[in-house]
Each structure stands twice: as C-alpha cells, then as structure tokens.
C-alpha cells in the first residue's frame, strides 16, 4: 500500500537511523530497486556487510519499514559514499540528507578528514545537496555508470568539526 504525502509527514518524526544489518538486506533491496536503473544485487550487499573492512552501512526505519539507507568506505583519512537511497514514498523529507550528515559524522568518528563520492551529470537535485553539505565537484568520470554510460561528477567535501555534526555512537 502507497502512503500519501500526508501519512508521511505525520510519520516523520518516528523515523530512526540504525547500523544495517544482515536481516536488512531484503527491504534494503525493496530501496534500491525502487531507486536506481542500475540496482545493487542481494549478493553485493551482503559482501559489503560481511567481507568489507572499510563499509559502514546505515539504515533509515520507520515503524519497522525500511525507507532509506546509505554507506560509506572509510579508508585511512578519507570516506567514499557508495550509495544513498531514499524510497520514492518518503522524498521530499530531507531523509537523503540526513542520511548523508549521520555517514559524514561516522566518518569523523573514525578519524576522517574528508570524503567524496560520484554523482550522475543529470542528478541535479542529488547535486544541489552534496553543494549544501560543502561538496564541489572536482572531476568526472567518463561513462561511470553502467546502465546508459552516463558521466558521473567526482565531488570532494572537507569534513567539519566533530563537534558540528551529528552524534554517530549509535551509528558505529
């Protein structure tokens, strides 16, 4: 059953954000198809979960569904985003961008300075938060995505103080 915008905003603030677990993969996927011409498979996902040092992944649950979700390699100094989806039902609530603040504070937390990550030429409204959130774009990557060879824009952010963002205890 669809929700309405209305049942959304009603629900807003009941929405958590959690580490993902393995028993998650199958609604994170429900995300992911809903999300990308190009999705992720059950089996990159659990790969990322159980044989990737470097991934931290996090959920975003309402009443028990999961609605958003998001991950990050943390290498040495520095975070690459991987991926961040938000269900279709669920846009509009800035949900991506906190998302994107709780992986920028986990990042901090393990010691990272900066992050990047790719985006399509065509995504303006991806685009238009990354520049919020103190992303530029520094390159492209030509014909980066699989599924029409469409360029993706290389953004980098310097990460602000610890103190500024989020608290990611709960989130490590």
Not at 18 to 43: G, I, N
Not at 76 to 100: F, K
Request: net charge negative; proline share 3%.
């Amino acid at each position: 059953m669809a929700m309405t915008r209305a049942d959304v905003d009603q629900n807003e603030a009941e929405i958590k954000l959690r580490r993902m677990t393995l028993r998650d993969v199958d609604s994170v996927l429900v995300v992911e198809r809903r999300s990308f011409t190009a999705p992720w498979s059950r089996q990159a996902f659990m790969t990322e979960l159980l044989d990737n040092q470097f991934a931290r992944y996090i959920v975003a649950e309402d009443d028990g569904r999961i609605v958003g979700y998001a991950g990050v390699w943390i290498i040495v100094d520095e975070g690459h985003v991987t991926n961040i989806a938000v269900d279709p039902d669920y846009r509009g609530m800035h949900l991506g961008e906190t998302l994107l603040r709780a992986l920028m504070a986990i990042c901090a937390a393990h010691g990272g300075s900066r992050m990047t990550l790719e985006v399509r030429v065509t995504n303006s409204v991806a685009q238009n938060l990354y520049r919020k959130l103190g992303f530029t774009a520094a390159g492209i990557r030509k014909g980066y995505y699989t599924d029409n060879r469409e360029d993706a824009i290389i953004m980098w952010a310097d990460l602000p103080p610890a103190d500024t963002l989020p608290s990611a205890q709960s989130l490590l």
